[in-house]
């Protein structure tokens, strides 16, 4: 079975959501908008056993502005929730961004840019926090590619309902 | 003005005819075509303008420019651009005679384009469309090369069909497309009822969007109003075909049927080969007076179109997805909710040619509970956040049928209810219909009724028994009706003060005829009651106490005979304390004293 499911990835200014696409896909699909739409897509099959799953990346930027992003998110049928470790501001998000439906739509949330240790923030308090919202945290690096494919594939799964 | 039409005519004909002639020769390809006719215009323009002197300065330069910018472009282009200026242009110089040019020019483009142009004719007057539309039409070239289902919602591809298989994500292209599309989004789409189109690259793409997905079609050259229509009229066919198969995302891009439907519409449409025959005269003074009239018609129908438009628009639960001119009137299709009122699009002559569709803006819902509620005064509703919120008295006998209606409604999530059963219908018909009722008067409320007047003490209680039966929920009020027969009564008439003036004659007072009765009906009522007859006297004499119980023995041998049983009876006297020598007539008397025991 061929299906295709939107993605997309949600997280503050600078956290490394582009970055992370890019690592993760070498071909980008037309740059060349974003500057004036705001989003980027990007697609990524996987296949997983009989399954081939096309993920449709929407890297959308400007979730300062709510009346920019709230479009994009429409009918989103996974989440990649990017905080980054090093950025304590970038783990409010959750509150920032509000999603009807959250609950039924599997999301996971990558703590970026993990290679950067003595700059790392994040505590047990705010895991704690973030546990609230998403049950599948994983620290990633966008820069040495450190669970950046894996965890894709993990939400790919996730899709899939597996 | 025909003569004024005549010398326009002969102007432009006459004095260009040389000038065309040279210009046949020159034309080599469009572009160099596009040049000419700018100054043929120019020329036109500037002869006309020696008639009236503003000509000129409204049109000279606009003219110019707006023709030969827009000209290798589609005809709406053409329009929008010219609009501003010809609708001036036009009122001041040809608007009378307007109608005849066409004429006169459809007649010499006949001659011109021979049996082409006759088989075009008949086209137009077979199919309704204007004839210059279809020479437009005919004569404009393009390529539909793709064609996308989008779902609007998640931007996921629905289904796609393409010439060649050139482009490599398609998936990717939906998606950024929708995100494209919602980020022009509403600026675009008001004034065009979903229909839109944005360059891409050297192509264009259409869009037509629906309930549900939208259309994308990617088109080369330049793509005729009509094909913009059928568009629409496409995505439309596409949400009533498959429109079950639309719901799960996890069925896009294997619908079946779906590709087959839409390949038909990949097609190339070329200019037609009598470009060579052509004969430039007729067409350039057809193409001024087409723009001309297009424009005109145009800006007309403009106004007329925004106001239909606003019309439709502000009509809850119709989903307009295309609006039509059609005779004098226009023509609505799109969906439309069976509880919608389309009153004031009668009365501005707009049809409907729609599907049913269930809506759910507040105002249709409303409409909808309204539709239900509308027979019950007693009731009052509020709609807020999908929630129905009822107060106040609905008929008991329909109350069930009533919600059952109410649950069935679309677009409420939930009803929150406090009325209470209304049952003033039923309780007044059953008064209506009561047998005894003598002398009680009423006044019903929903689940209250009040009873007054003056009535027996039997019928009340039946009455009261009887409604207590058939209506346990309503309060029965009544302490204002008047029972005439109340033991309290009775008692008080039979022991009122000096009932029987005892004067030993054989006949009797009605007084005392009126006591026996109630004495009779009060054992009646209380089988072990007992009646104390007391006999007074006015103490005059030594042999009044005897007097006074003989006076009692008396009237106790009278009850007997009026079939009073002695066992009720008792007689006793109120004993003299002093005795005087005033004789007193009216101190001879019986009272009477009740016992009852219920
Ligand atoms: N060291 C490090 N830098 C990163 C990482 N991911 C992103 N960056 C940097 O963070 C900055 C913002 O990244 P970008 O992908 O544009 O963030 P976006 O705004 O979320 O799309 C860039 O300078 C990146 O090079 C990471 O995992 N490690
Ligand atoms: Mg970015």
Redesign the interface.
């Known amino acids: 079975m061929k299906i295709a499911k939107k993605v997309c990835l949600i997280g503050r200014f600078a956290v490394g959501k582009t970055s992370l696409v890019r690592q993760y896909i070498e071909n980008q699909f037309s740059e060349k908008y974003k500057t004036t739409v705001g989003v980027s897509i990007s697609t990524k099959v996987i296949d997983i056993d009989d399954h081939s799953i096309s993920m449709i990346l929407w890297d959308i930027a400007g979730f300062e502005q709510e009346g920019h992003y709230k479009h994009y998110l429409r009918g989103t049928q996974g989440i990649i929730w990017v905080l980054d470790g090093t950025e304590p501001e970038s783990f409010d998000i959750f509150e920032k961004v509000s999603i009807p439906d959250l609950d039924s739509i599997p999301a996971i949330c990558l703590v970026n840019k993990c290679d950067l240790k003595d700059q790392w923030r994040l505590n047990e308090d705010s895991l704690q926090k973030i546990r609230q919202y998403v049950s599948t945290i994983h620290y990633s690096s966008a820069k040495t590619g450190e669970n950046v494919e894996d965890s894709f594939n993990e939400l790919a799964k996730k899709l899939l309902g597996q | 003005m025909t003569r004024e039409r005549d010398v326009l005519k002969t102007l432009l004909i006459k004095e260009e005819l040389e000038v065309l002639e040279n210009l046949k020769k020159k034309l080599l390809s469009e572009e160099q075509f596009t040049e000419e006719v700018s100054k043929v215009l120019a020329n036109a323009l500037k002869r006309a303008q020696k008639k009236d002197s503003k000509l000129d300065i409204v049109l000279a330069k606009p003219i110019q420019d707006g023709v030969t910018k827009t000209f290798s472009e589609n005809k709406q282009s053409i329009i929008d651009s010219l609009l501003p200026i010809m609708g001036q242009l036009i009122r001041k110089t040809v608007t009378n005679s307007i109608k005849q040019f066409v004429a006169d020019i459809n007649r010499t483009l006949e001659l011109g384009f021979s049996a082409k142009a006759l088989k075009w004719r008949w086209q137009s007057y077979k199919t309704g469309i204007p004839f210059a539309e279809i020479v437009f039409e005919k004569t404009i070239r393009y390529q539909v090369n793709e064609i996308f289902i989008i779902?609007n919602?998640?931007?996921?591809?629905v289904q796609h069909v393409g010439k060649e298989e050139t482009l490599k994500?398609k998936?990717?292209?939906s998606?950024?497309l929708t995100?494209?599309k919602?980020?022009v989004?509403d600026s675009l789409q008001s004034t065009d009822s979903g229909l839109m189109s944005a360059d891409f690259g050297d192509s264009q793409i259409l869009i037509a969007t629906g309930p549900k997905v939208y259309l994308a079609m990617i088109v080369k050259g330049s793509p005729s109003e009509r094909l913009k229509e059928l568009n629409q009229k496409l995505i439309e066919e596409i949400h009533s075909n498959f429109s079950d198969s639309l719901l799960d995302?996890?069925n896009?891009?294997?619908i079946d049927g779906i590709e087959d439907f839409l390949r038909p519409y990949l097609v190339t449409k070329n200019i037609t080969e009598e470009k060579k025959s052509i004969n430039w005269v007729p067409w350039i003074i057809g193409l001024l007076l087409i723009i001309s009239g297009l424009s005109y018609l145009a800006y007309k129908r403009h106004t007329e179109f925004n106001q239909a438009q606003n019309i439709v628009n502000s009509t809850p639960g119709l989903y307009l997805q295309e609006l039509k001119k059609s005779g004098d009137g226009f023509v609505a299709k799109g969906l439309l909710d069976p509880d919608a009122d389309v009153s004031q699009l009668k009365e501005n002559n707009i049809q409907l040619e729609t599907k049913p569709f269930i809506s759910l803006d507040e105002e249709i819902i409303d409409l909808r509970i309204n539709n239900i509620l509308k027979p019950y005064s007693k009731v009052n509703y509020n709609l807020d956040h999908k929630t129905l919120s009822l107060t106040g008295y609905l008929p008991n006998d329909s109350y069930k049928s009533i919600f059952d209606r109410l649950n069935k409604v679309t677009g409420i999530n939930s009803i929150r209810n406090t009325t209470k059963p209304d049952f003033s219908m039923e309780v007044e018909e059953f008064l209506l219909n009561y047998n005894n009722l003598e002398g009680v008067s009423y006044n019903i409320e929903p689940d209250k009724l009040t009873l007054n007047g003056s009535t027996k003490l039997a019928t009340h209680n039946k009455l009261i028994t009887d409604l207590k039966q058939q209506f346990p929920e309503v309060t029965i009020e009544d302490s204002q009706l008047d029972i005439s027969d109340s033991t309290e009564k009775i008692i008080s008439q039979i022991e009122k003060d000096s009932v029987v003036i005892s004067d030993e004659s054989e006949s009797h007072s009605s007084e005392l005829l009126s006591v026996i009765e109630q004495i009779k009906t009060l054992i009646n009522r209380f089988p072990n009651s007992q009646i104390t007859i007391i006999g007074e006297s006015d103490c005059q004499g030594l042999n009044s106490d005897r007097f006074s119980q003989q006076r009692a023995d008396s009237i106790k041998a009278l009850l007997i005979e009026n079939m009073i049983e002695e066992s009720h009876l008792r007689t006793s006297i109120t004993p003299c304390e002093n005795f005087n020598n005033d004789v007193d007539d009216s101190k001879k008397i019986v009272r009477f004293k009740t016992y009852i025991e219920q």
């Open positions: 779902d919602e998640t931007g996921l591809l994500d998936n990717a292209m998606a950024m995100a494209i919602d980020f989004g995302t996890n896009f891009q294997s």
